[in-house]
Nanobody, 125 residues
Framework: QVQLVESGGGLVQAGGSLRLSCAAS????????MGWFRQGPGKEREFVAA????????YYADSVKGRFTISRENAKNTVFLQMNSLKPEDTAVYHC??????????????????WGQGTQVTVSS
């Protein structure tokens, strides 16, 4: 069983920054692709970023490219999402997710089989 716990959310003004963390337990963390998704009010959960095993490659949604950076520290079983130049439309609950089946589907929720509870990010204008 895998447990994922996010932290680092909060309230920030537009143009500000936040760094989210996701701590994983229960599996050999470095072997798996990790992703971040978000779900805004009244919206479906959407892809934000993904990082392949051992950090070999990263992927981003067009809406966050150039502003967000995903990284991982395998020795600490942690994945990060550095969010800069935040906009009100980034307001959402942010969830980390783990792809334990080596799915090539990185961009939608069925590609991941373990999820954290999420952390709220609110960006004020």
């Amino acid at each position: 069983q895998v447990q994922l716990v996010e932290s680092g959310g909060g309230l920030v003004q537009a143009g500000g920054s936040l760094r989210l963390s996701c701590a994983a337990s229960g599996r050999t963390f470095g072997s798996y692709t990790m992703g971040w998704f978000r779900q805004g009010p009244g919206k479906e959960r959407e892809f934000v970023a993904a990082i392949l095993r051992y950090g070999a490659r990263t992927y981003y949604a067009d809406s966050v490219k150039g502003r967000f950076t995903i990284s991982r520290e395998n020795a600490k079983n942690t994945v990060f999402l550095q969010m800069n130049s935040l906009k009100p439309e980034d307001t959402a609950v942010y969830h980390c997710a783990l792809n334990s089946r080596d799915s090539s589907n990185l961009y939608t929720t069925p590609g991941y089989d373990y999820w954290g509870q999420g952390t709220q990010v609110t960006v004020s204008s």
